[in-house]
């Protein structure tokens, strides 16, 4: 009976320990692009937000963030951007932001500070389990598919003392096309790894097939 009864309460312990470890896997902050994709004609804007979400506060209090937005330039031209539209972080932050940089692939460098007015509580009221770190303007300059890659994404705690851990990213894509055609979108290697393996599962299948006859 004690050994049945140590089992259990070893499984409840485990089941438990288990449940706080996905519940922090869940609440890990995330970074994405809204929406995720968009189709323009040429000529035409495309406006996106760049969110975080799963914010547990306070402990998550963001109290600044940097990353790079990669972006075709052969099919998106950089217009503008503003970060922390809504003003989660203060009246008076400090914007450092290096802004549209040149290449073939041109990236956004956005470098963004809360106000040193604000403290944990403060910033974590304000910012709730989501809020938009910034908004990004697109003119659509030739018809293709651009993806809008986030990277080197980095949030720092409300006084900028540490980083937050486990930070995840979501990408997105902006299609310009001139004829109202959807894009192909790029498939997922995630994807490709199914495709290929269901490409392998049926040609063994062919093979053993008996053959008629």
């Known amino acids: 009976m004690k050994t049945i009864s140590r089992t259990l309460h070893a499984l409840a312990a485990t089941a438990l320990a288990a449940t706080v470890l996905l519940s922090q896997a869940v609440a890990s902050p995330i970074v994405s692009i809204s929406p995720v994709t968009q189709n323009i004609g040429l000529g035409g804007t495309a406006t996106v937000d760049i969110i975080v979400s799963g914010l547990s506060q306070p402990d998550d209090a963001v109290g600044g963030f940097s990353l790079d937005l990669d972006f075709n330039n052969l099919i998106l031209l950089g217009m503008s951007f503003a ?72 949030l720092s705690n409300w006084d900028g003392t540490e980083t937050l851990a486990g930070v995840e990213s979501v990408n997105g894509s902006v299609c310009v096309s001139r004829a109202g055609i959807p894009c192909t979108q790029v498939p997922e290697p995630e994807s490709l790894l199914l495709l290929a393996t269901a490409l392998g599962a049926l040609a063994i299948a062919r093979r053993r097939k008996p053959r008629l006859g």
């Open 83 to 154: 970060n922390d539209p809504d003003g989660k972080m203060g009246a008076t932050p400090l914007d450092l932001s290096g802004g549209f940089i040149g290449g073939g692939i041109l990236h956004l460098d956005l470098f963004f500070v809360a106000d040193s007015a604000e403290d944990q509580t403060s910033l974590s009221l304000s910012e709730g389990a989501s809020f938009r770190l910034a908004t990004v303007d697109f003119k659509g300059i030739a018809d293709g598919l651009s993806v809008l890659a986030l990277s080197k994404v980095v």
